[in-house]
C-alpha cells in the first residue's frame, strides 16, 4: 500500500492507481490524527467537566452560605443548617503536614541512599518494590492502621487511638513512593560529571551528596515533596479509618479529627439539598487546594529545566 | 458507600442475568435503610423463589435516600428506619413491616452493665466523660456515634431524647465499623441496630432491660424503632405483592429468624 515517492514504481502499474493509493495514506494520516486528537481531548475534556460540575454545585452554595460562614465557622450540624468546615480545613492541613514530616525526610534520605550508596543492580531490585507501595489498594493501609496502629497508639500513648496522629503515620507511608521514585529520577538526573568535580575538589562522599548533588536536584525534590502533599490531602479511605472522623479543632496529635475528603464521603450517602451542596461546597475548596498544589509542583519542576 | 456502590452492581449483574433467560419479570426496586437492606435481600431472594414473574432489586442509600427515592419514583418501594419520618413522607403510604431495638454497647472488657437513659443522655452530649462517674474505671469514655443524616443515629438521638453529640466522639459510617470499634477499644460505648449484635461487644441493659427480642416484642425496651416500607401511593401489583409477602406470617418469620422483630 505504501507509494511514496522514494519507493521504485511497478512499470505496469497504472497511474491513476498510484495516485489512489496516496490519497488513501493522505486521508488515513489525517483520520488517525483527528482520532488521537479526540482521545487526547477527552482527558481534558473530563476535567474540565469535573471542574465545572463541582463549582456549579458548590458555588452557589457558598454564596448562599456566605464565605465566612462556610470557610471560618467551627460548627459543622447539617440538619441544624450549620455548615462551618473551619474545624476540618485545620485537620486536613495537620494530617498532610504531619504526614509531609514523616514522609519527606523518610522519602528523600531513602533516594539518596538508593542513587548514591547503593550499587545500581541493588537500586534495581529495591526501586521496584517501592513503587509496588504506591499498587496496594488505600483501604488495606486503612485496615492496617485500624488493627496495628490504633491500638498501639491507644495502649502507649493514650487518647482514642483513631487520631490525626495514626492518620499521619499511614498517609506518611502511603506517599513514600511518590516522594521516592521522583526524587531518585531528579537525583539521577544530576551530570555525573557534578560528582566527579566535587570529590575531585577534595570533598568527602557526603559532602559532595548534600552540597553538590541536593543542591542540583532540588527543584525536583520539592516538587515530589508538593506532589505528594497533593496525594496526601486527596486521599480518602485510609483516612476515614484511621482518623476518628470527630468534628472538632484538634489540640493535640491523639485527638480524633475529620478531614475535608472524609467529610464528603462519609456523608455522602445521606446528603440531600442543602447538605449535599455543601459537600460539593466542600469539594470545591479541595480541588482548589489540589489544584494549587499541583501547579506549585510543576512551577518547581519548570524551574529546574530553565536553569 | 464502596461497599454500597458494589452491592448496587452485584444487583445490577442479578438483573442481567435474569434479562438474560429471557422470562418477561416484572421489576420492583426497593432502596433505602442500610440497616434493613440485607433483610430485604433475603425477604426478595425467597419471594422470587415462589413469584417467577417478579424481579425484585434491593438497593441501599441510607433511609433519608428510601423516602427521596419513592417520592421520586427512583424506587417503587422506599425502605426507612426512622422513629419520625420527615415532613415530605406525608405524600407516602407507609407500612410497618418490622421493629428494630437499638442496643447500647460497650467493649466486653467493660465493666458497666446498666445504664439509665439520663445516663446514655449524658454520656453521648460528653457530660459523663469518664467510667469513674458511672462505677466503672478510671478512665476517659470514647464515644462512637455514626454520622450525620444516618436513620439510626436520628432515631437514637429522637428517643434518648435532647442529644447534642460531643464533639470529641469518634465518627463511624456504618452499623459494622461501630461494632468493630468498640470490639478494639476498651473504653468504647457505641449503639447499633438490635441485629448485628455479637459476640465480640458487650450489650448494656437499660434501665434493666435487655436488648432482646422478647423484650422489644414486650415492649420494655425503650429504644426501638420501627421500619417502614413506603409507596407513593397505594402499593398494587408487584408492589402490593411484595409488600404483603413481607408482612406475611412467612415474611414476618424470616424477619424474626434473622434477628429483627416482627412488626406483629
Not at chain 1, 136 to 149: D, E, K, R, T
Not at chain 1, 152 to 160: A, S, T, V
Not at chain 1, 267 to 287: C, K, N
Request: charged share 15%; net charge positive.
Amino acid at each position: 500500500m505504501q507509494d511514496s515517492p522514494n519507493t521504485p514504481v511497478h512499470p505496469k502499474r497504472p497511474a491513476r492507481r498510484r495516485v489512489a493509493g496516496a490519497f488513501v495514506t493522505w486521508c488515513s494520516d489525517h483520520l488517525a490524527r483527528y482520532v488521537f486528537l479526540a482521545v487526547a481531548f477527552s482527558a481534558t475534556a473530563s476535567l474540565l467537566l469535573i471542574a465545572l460540575f463541582i463549582l456549579k454545585e458548590g458555588v452557589p452554595f457558598i454564596v448562599k452560605i456566605g464565605f465566612k460562614d462556610f470557610l471560618f465557622a467551627s460548627e459543622w450540624d447539617p440538619s441544624a443548617g450549620k455548615f462551618g468546615i473551619y474545624p476540618m480545613i485545620i485537620a486536613s492541613l495537620w494530617v498532610t503536614l504531619g504526614a509531609m514530616l514523616i514522609g519527606a525526610p523518610l522519602g528523600v534520605a531513602g533516594a539518596i541512599f538508593l542513587t548514591q550508596f547503593v550499587p545500581r543492580s541493588v537500586m534495581r531490585i529495591i526501586k521496584p518494590m517501592i513503587e509496588l507501595l504506591a499498587g496496594i489498594p488505600s483501604v488495606l493501609y486503612g485496615f492496617m492502621g485500624v488493627m496495628v496502629l490504633a491500638p498501639f497508639i491507644r495502649n502507649h500513648l493514650g487518647g482514642p487511638g483513631l487520631s490525626l496522629l495514626a492518620g499521619s503515620i499511614i498517609l506518611g507511608i502511603m506517599v513514600l513512593p511518590t516522594v521516592i521514585s521522583i526524587s531518585v529520577d531528579t537525583i539521577n538526573a544530576v551530570p555525573r560529571t557534578y560528582l566527579e568535580g566535587a570529590l575531585a575538589l577534595g570533598a568527602t562522599r557526603w559532602q559532595s551528596v548534600h552540597m553538590v548533588i541536593l543542591k542540583a536536584a532540588r527543584s525536583g525534590i520539592i516538587a515530589s515533596i508538593i506532589l505528594a502533599m497533593g496525594r496526601a490531602v486527596g486521599e480518602t479511605m485510609a483516612v476515614i479509618m484511621v482518623v476518628g472522623n470527630a468534628v472538632k479543632i484538634p489540640h493535640s496529635a491523639l485527638d480524633s479529627v475529620r478531614t475535608l475528603t472524609a467529610n464528603i464521603a462519609l456523608e455522602m450517602g445521606y446528603a440531600t439539598g442543602l447538605h449535599r451542596q455543601a459537600l460539593f461546597a466542600t469539594g470545591v475548596v479541595l480541588f482548589v487546594v489540589v489544584m494549587i498544589l499541583n501547579s506549585l509542583a510543576m512551577a518547581a519542576m519548570k524551574r529546574k529545566t530553565g536553569s | 458507600m464502596v461497599k454500597q456502590m458494589l452491592r448496587m452492581v452485584a444487583c445490577g449483574l442479578v438483573i442481567a442475568a435474569n434479562g438474560g433467560c429471557g422470562k418477561q419479570r416484572t421489576a420492583v426496586t426497593v432502596a433505602g435503610s442500610t440497616a434493613f437492606q440485607p433483610f430485604a435481600e433475603k425477604l426478595a431472594e425467597q419471594f422470587m423463589t415462589e413469584r417467577l414473574d417478579i424481579a425484585v432489586t434491593v438497593q441501599g442509600g441510607g433511609s433519608a435516600l428510601g423516602v427521596q427515592a419513592a417520592l421520586s419514583g427512583a424506587a417503587q418501594i422506599g425502605m426507612a428506619d426512622l422513629v419520625q419520618l420527615p415532613p415530605e413522607a406525608q405524600a407516602l403510604t407507609a407500612v410497618v413491616v418490622a421493629r428494630d431495638g437499638i442496643a447500647v454497647v460497650v467493649n466486653n472488657k467493660n465493666s458497666i452493665k446498666d445504664l439509665t437513659m439520663e445516663q446514655i443522655r449524658n454520656i453521648f452530649c460528653g457530660k459523663i466523660r469518664n467510667w469513674k462517674e458511672l462505677g466503672g474505671v478510671d478512665h476517659e469514655i470514647t464515644v462512637v456515634s455514626r454520622e450525620a443524616g444516618s436513620g439510626t443515629r436520628s432515631s437514637f438521638e429522637k428517643i434518648v431524647k435532647d442529644v447534642t453529640l460531643t464533639k470529641d466522639a469518634i465518627i463511624q459510617d456504618s452499623n459494622g465499623t461501630i461494632r468493630e470499634t468498640v470490639a478494639m477499644d476498651e473504653n468504647a460505648v457505641g449503639y447499633l441496630s438490635h441485629g448485628l449484635l455479637n459476640e465480640k461487644i458487650k450489650a448494656v441493659t437499660v434501665v434493666g432491660v435487655a436488648c432482646t427480642t422478647e423484650e422489644v416484642v414486650a415492649g420494655r425496651y425503650p429504644i426501638v424503632r420501627p421500619v417502614y416500607l413506603l409507596t407513593k401511593g397505594e402499593p398494587t401489583g408487584a408492589c402490593k405483592d411484595f409488600i404483603d409477602y413481607v408482612c406475611s406470617a412467612e415474611g414476618q418469620k424470616t424477619i424474626k429468624d434473622s434477628g429483627l422483630i416482627p412488626a406483629k
